[in-house]
């Protein structure tokens, strides 16, 4: 997450700038942040810009390169409502922690463009205390 080495080895596409903004400790606005976030995770964009063939990832919908028939067809299971920019990060962080399976903890991976989002980043697990 936020690995600097996706900055010298990936290719140009949307979200590298917001990458590096935020590696140099940048704020980003939230569709910054999923597009930084969308970079960092399809490394780059080594192979170039794409889709990511994700329509499952509470991110896609915002995904710069996405595929909008994939949205209707894959994300039926949303029942049509629309997912805000700010809702689907905190569905991506749900997911991504695992749907927060040890309580509502911090998420300790502060280099990800997607950690000034998270709800419960200020947030001590008594696990965390031991």
Given at each position: ?130
């Amino acid at each position: 997450m936020g690995n600097p080495d996706i900055i010298k080895t990936g290719g140009a596409g949307k979200g590298r700038a917001d990458l590096i903004k935020h590696l140099k400790g940048g704020r980003l606005y939230q569709t910054q942040a999923i597009r930084a976030k969308c970079y960092e995770c399809m490394l780059g964009y080594a192979d170039g810009p794409g889709d990511c063939q994700t329509p499952r990832c509470p991110l896609y919908r915002y995904m710069p390169y996405h595929c909008k028939e994939k949205i209707i067809a894959d994300q039926s299971y949303m029942q049509g409502s629309r997912i805000s920019s700010r809702g689907a990060i905190l569905a991506k962080g749900y997911d991504c922690m695992g749907g927060y399976l040890d309580g509502k903890c911090n998420c300790k991976i502060t280099a990800c463009p997607l950690y000034p989002w998270m709800p419960y980043k200020n947030i001590e697990c008594p696990k965390d205390r031991e």
